[in-house]
């Protein structure tokens, strides 16, 4: 059974340690194990309930409250919030449990019961950029494992890939051409396949291509495909700092207008020109759409 230290449950359920640390002195709140050199640490179950309190406490239950409460009267009120699908600290917390567990039919569950609610759209907007993003972060803290990254981002292409097919496009007048496709090093294809499913749903065709193209291959298919616009995702901190230089090196390979997306142009300054048009947020993306 894995362990975790004080860091780790600091990282994962968002709550600083000496938060944690007065939760367990003032209320005796999940109290840690004890290495026989007298090092805290945390079981799976100690993390599962960490997260249920954190789940009522940002839900406006105090925690001299939850503390009064038995384990089963914590999985209960937690279980009322559960149902809640636009409830993003409940959704996210429930994601990053059932991840943590490898748990595909919660995480199926979860993923289906927000999407019925709300949509793909703002489910994507309100829980599942969100939950990838810190899914990213946790892995670079060392927090969670590069399987359970692979794990929840999977299950999440998967779906994406459902709701396309079951999308029904209507039929426009002068429908664009869209060159979907990743940059090389750049793997992580949930935004890209979201921005397929806007598409799709706005009667404009797309042209997928998937991760890591080599740049070499792009004249070719530009030429043979004839795209109005080139759209990439750029997301994965592999890349590095100096995205002007990757998203140069893609405008010297494509001669049509490039839209650029992903978490990583919200935290860089694009270098704008007439042919680059970055969509920080699902919003911009919408928009855009709206405007064409």
């Known amino acids: 059974m894995k362990t975790y230290s004080i860091s780790d449950i600091e990282n994962l359920i968002g709550i600083k340690a000496h938060t944690i640390r007065a939760w367990e002195v003032r209320y005796n709140l999940v109290p840690p194990k ?20 954190v789940a009522l406490n940002e839900n406006g239950y105090k925690i ?6 038995g384990k089963q009267q914590i999985l209960d009120l937690v279980s ?109 294809e949930t935004g890209l396949l979201f921005a397929r499913y806007l598409l799709k749903n706005c009667g404009h065709e797309t042209l997928y291509l998937g991760a890591d193209v080599p740049y070499a291959d792009l004249q070719k298919v530009i030429k043979a495909y004839q795209p109005d616009y080139a759209f990439i995702v750029l997301t994965s901190l592999n890349l590095g700092k100096d995205l002007n230089k990757i998203v140069t090196k893609v405008m010297d390979h494509v001669d049509v207008p490039l839209l650029v997306a992903g978490s990583l142009i919200s935290e860089f300054d694009l270098l704008l020109n007439d042919r680059l048009r970055p969509l920080k947020n699902v919003c911009d993306m919408v928009d855009f759409l709206k405007d064409l």
């Open 34 to 53: 004890r290495t026989p050199t007298n090092i805290r640490y945390y079981s799976e179950q100690d993390l599962k309930m960490l997260l249920n309190i």
């Open 64 to 69: 001299s409250r939850i503390a009064k409460l």
């Open 80 to 188: 009322q919030l559960n149902s809640q699908w636009e409830n993003e600290s409940v959704q996210l917390l429930n994601l990053s449990n059932a991840t943590l567990r490898y748990d595909e039919a919660e995480f199926s569950k979860i993923l289906m019961g927000c999407i019925e609610e709300m949509g793909l759209v703002k489910t994507m907007d309100l829980i599942l950029f969100p939950f990838m993003k810190r899914v990213g972060m946790l892995w670079q803290a060392g927090a969670i494992d590069p399987s359970q990254e692979h794990f929840a981002a999977n299950l999440i292409r998967e779906r994406i890939i459902v709701e396309i097919d079951r999308s029904s496009p209507p039929k426009i007048e002068s429908p664009l051409r869209f060159l979907l496709f990743l940059p090389e090093a750049e793997v992580h």
